[in-house]
């Protein structure tokens, strides 16, 4: 490398190292956005009641509390409330993973009569807002006689037009040939789902499966409108009515707080790497 060269390179060096620190400086402060009230929830949840009132506002109790995450579970249900969301989740994750990868194969792969059209009202579907499609869901459930149950919570998160989508992209890089070979073999078409193309979903099942969870467990709105039983609400809903008494009692409720992050992110450590390959790789062959 000629002089000159080494001379250029060097006066670019601060310029990156100025560029990268500016970089650095606004992710740091990003991620202090997002976790300092996270700190401030499990903070609050060690406090004495008082404490949560006091002002000016202190951050470390006193004493820390730790039996507020007992008293939490012991209070109006919410040991029940939290096994509600456990159920509700886990069955519309499982239903949502097995339906959307199984309209997804159909509507990548396989030629019938209207599947453009069909492909079409999932996309539109998802460019209507939840609010709207919320009085036609209650009609169909008090039809079908589910409301003030948890399966009526279950049966409109089996789906959804943006896990279907994206279960259909992914499917589409599933080479043809591999599918082919199965039928050479004589297995039928339910044995290549189950042996070929869901291999090949693992990434793609990962993020339906946060994505679902996520929804299922966080939502407030639907258990709100369907539900009238205390023993049928959800953990939102129990924290809501916790927050809803005449005097709120802050302590328990962050504590009731940090009890509803934990399953979310159990799930996303445990399929963290799976989910951002599936992100990857359906925006590559999408």
Not at 90 to 99: I, K, S
Not at 195 to 222: H, Q, R, Y
Request: hydrophobic content about 55%; aromatic content about 12%.
């Amino acid at each position: 490398m000629s002089t000159h060269a080494l001379r250029s390179t060097a006066r670019m060096r601060p310029g990156r190292w100025l560029a990268r620190g500016v970089v650095c400086v606004v992710l740091m402060l990003a991620a202090l956005s997002v976790l300092v009230p996270l700190i401030w929830i499990v903070l609050t949840s060690l406090k004495s009641l008082p404490e949560t009132y006091a002002w000016p506002p202190k951050w470390l109790p006193a004493v820390p509390q730790w039996k507020n995450y007992v008293m939490i579970l012991r209070k109006a249900l919410f040991g029940r409330y939290y096994l509600n969301s456990v159920m509700v989740a886990v069955l519309a994750t499982a239903g949502n993973m097995f339906f959307t990868s199984l309209g997804g194969y159909a509507l990548a792969k396989f030629e019938f009569r209207g599947r453009n059209f069909m492909y079409l009202l999932v996309v539109a579907t998802m460019m209507i807002p939840t609010q709207v499609t919320i009085v036609p869901s209650y009609v169909v459930l008090r039809t079908l006689k589910l409301t003030n149950t948890l399966q009526g919570l279950i049966l409109p998160l089996l789906t959804t037009g943006f896990t279907l989508f994206l279960m259909r992209q992914f499917c589409l890089g599933i080479p043809d040939d591999l599918l082919d070979s199965g039928r050479v073999d004589g297995a039928s078409e339910f044995q290549i789902y189950g042996k070929i193309v869901l291999p090949e979903l693992g990434p793609a099942l990962a993020s339906v499966a946060i994505f679902s969870f996520m929804t299922a467990w966080n939502d407030f709105m639907w258990p709100l409108i369907v539900v009238d039983s205390p023993k049928l609400r959800t953990v939102p809903l129990g924290l809501a009515m916790l927050k809803s008494e005449q005097i709120a009692q802050w302590h328990l409720l962050m504590a009731g707080t940090v009890y509803s992050i934990v399953p979310v992110l159990i799930v996303f450590a445990l399929m963290q790497r799976q989910f951002i390959q599936g992100i990857t790789l359906t925006g590559i062959k999408g």
